[in-house]
């Protein structure tokens, strides 16, 4: 019996300043009872085009079944 339980993610974050434009495509499992995760990033456009690298979420708040807010921590290991 499936004891532990995970979704798989997949978004993009859209980057748009006047330092930086283009996307990075975040894909991955995401183990739901865990509270800091790594998911892979696996693409980008813009300034990251071909970029990958690992993000780690942290839940930094959670209110209830409403609200919650997370904390990104991006780590780009190549980028061109």
């Known amino acids: 019996m499936k004891t532990t339980y995970n979704t798989w993610m997949a ?9 930086h434009k283009g996307t990075l ?7 739901m009872t865990e ?3 790594d998911l892979a990033i696996v693409s980008g456009t813009g300034d990251f085009i071909m970029t ?11 209110q209830q079944n ?15």
Not at 11 to 19: E, P
Not at 52 to 62: E, H
Not at 66 to 80: A, H, N, S, V
């Open 11 to 19: 978004f993009t974050l859209v980057f748009n300043s006047t330092q």
């Open 52 to 62: 990958r690298g690992i993000v780690t979420f942290t839940t930094d708040l959670i």
């Open 35 to 37: 509270p800091t995760k």
């Open 25 to 31: 495509t975040i894909m991955d499992a995401n183990p």
């Open 66 to 80: 409403k609200y919650f807010r997370l904390k990104l921590d991006i780590k780009l290991y190549e980028c061109y």
